[in-house]
């Protein structure tokens, strides 16, 4: 069987072969390259034919050996390991180094990146006053989005992307100072004093310190919560192709350094449609307020009336395998915080969901806000910070990304083309003779 794809153009008769290109899957990801498309012509003059595909809803933007998702199976891997078995087995922090470096770390080396992440988790204290200017009620993420871009004018030198040393400081730069920031902006609006990191704990511990530890208290992070935070950030740390990966990628495609380009990320993640979900659904379940109210809910959800929060996603089409993990994991976090009526709702809601033809055939499944949102409340972060907890592991991601895109001999400055549906050319009319 060749691996091509025949073309024939109506508008002439013509008929083009065009070679198709895999990756590690034949039957999952295979593409034609979009520029093949420009010898399709009416006319030599014709600038030729384009793919429209308003969204990427099915354009590869990029060959990558980061992130596998089967959407359909309901598969999330990170360089080839199961997202469930990361999970159970390993940490954050060696996610982070896994998707960056492309390999688990050996003792050494996961030793070394530890140290290097908690050495740069201290922030300048002149970010630290950049940050007291923001007023009382300042939203978490709009602080974390600027003050992200304004460390930019702290490193200069990581202007030089092209330079795999200066890109590597950067990044423990990024992942070190995204909690502390983080948890500054939240002290910032609660009127603590901010907590500076801690090194002999570890990076969720610390993070949950530099959060929740109050002025003449010590705090130890429970080793429970801890463990269920860092598995929220390892399923969090990358999901390939998505809004603000794609966002890192164009903005990045131009070579600014990566402060600014984590920045444009975390702005695209900012919205109610990608970092903001889990909010939502956790409104949802506040609404319907107790279990015997579900089913008038979904009712309503089938009537058109209201959506299903948390449901549905634009990858999967099937249950995300990331909601599986988190929805143990809710059961083992309120065992401890205190049970809340919000998870008893949800899992009514998806008991009911999963039964309904409705869901079913549209298949609608539990996608990761689902129950993150749960957990996060119950581990005491309010509903504003929730986008900010997705950008904290989100930022590994995000570079892991950014290092591919610069990495790659093919990719160049990302500049989609258009089908120009306005006007054709007209005269200036002046104003006088406007009516
Ligand atoms: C993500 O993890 O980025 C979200 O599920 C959104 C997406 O992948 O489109």
Not at 16 to 22: A, D, M, R, S, T
Request: glycine share 6%; hydrophobic share 40%; aromatic share 12%.
């Amino acid at each position: 069987m060749p691996d091509t794809l025949t073309i024939i153009d109506n508008r002439t008769g013509k008929r083009y072969e065009v070679p198709i290109l895999y990756g590690t899957y034949p039957t999952y990801g295979a593409a034609i390259r979009g520029a093949d498309l420009r010898q399709i012509r009416v006319s030599e003059d014709d600038f030729g034919l384009m793919s429209y595909d308003p969204a990427f809803l099915n354009t590869a933007s990029t060959k990558s050996s980061i992130t596998f998702i089967d959407g359909d199976r309901g598969i999330l891997r990170y360089r080839g390991y199961d997202i469930a078995e990361l999970a159970e087995k390993s940490t954050f922090l060696e996610v982070a180094y896994l998707l960056l470096h492309g390999e688990l770390p050996t003792i050494d080396q996961l030793e070394d990146w530890t140290c290097w992440i908690k050495r740069h988790a201290f922030i300048h204290e002149n970010v630290k006053k950049f940050m007291d200017g923001f007023r009382y009620d300042a939203h978490p993420m709009g602080i974390l989005v600027s003050t992200v871009a304004a460390l930019s004018t702290f490193y200069p030198e990581s202007k030089n992307v092209l330079d795999p040393a200066v890109r590597r400081k950067q990044a423990y730069r990024l992942i070190a100072k995204l909690p502390t920031i983080a948890a500054f902006s939240y002290r910032h609006r609660m009127g603590f004093p901010y907590t500076y990191p801690a090194e002999d704990l570890g990076f969720t511990g610390n993070f949950l310190k530099m959060m929740f530890e109050r002025p003449g208290r010590t705090y130890e992070p429970h080793p429970v919560l801890t463990r269920a935070l860092d598995v929220i950030f390892l399923l969090h740390a990358d999901h390939e192709q998505n809004c603000s990966a794609n966002a890192m990628r164009s903005v990045g495609s131009s070579h600014p350094d990566p402060y600014v380009a984590v920045a444009a990320a975390a702005a695209a993640l900012y919205g109610p449609l990608h970092g903001g979900a889990n909010e939502q659904v956790l409104r949802m379940l506040h609404d319907i307020g107790s279990i015997d109210r579900v089913p008038d809910y979904i009712r309503r959800v089938k009537a058109g009336e209201l959506r299903l929060m948390g449901f549905g996603h634009r990858v999967y089409k099937n249950y995300d395998p990331r909601a599986r993990v988190l929805k143990e994991m809710a059961g083992q976090v309120l065992e401890i915080t205190g049970s809340t009526p919000l998870l008893r709702i949800a899992l009514e809601l998806e008991r009911i969901a999963l039964e309904d033809d409705y869901f079913i055939s549209r298949k609608l499944y539990p996608n990761v806000d689902f129950y993150s949102g749960i957990i996060c409340q119950a581990l005491g972060f309010p509903t504003d910070m929730f986008p900010v907890l997705f950008a904290i592991p989100r930022v590994a991601g995000w570079l892991a990304q950014w290092q591919e895109m610069l990495e790659d001999p093919e990719q160049r400055i990302a500049r989609p083309r258009q089908v120009y549906t306005g006007p054709d050319l007209r005269e200036y009319v002046p104003i006088e003779d406007r009516s």
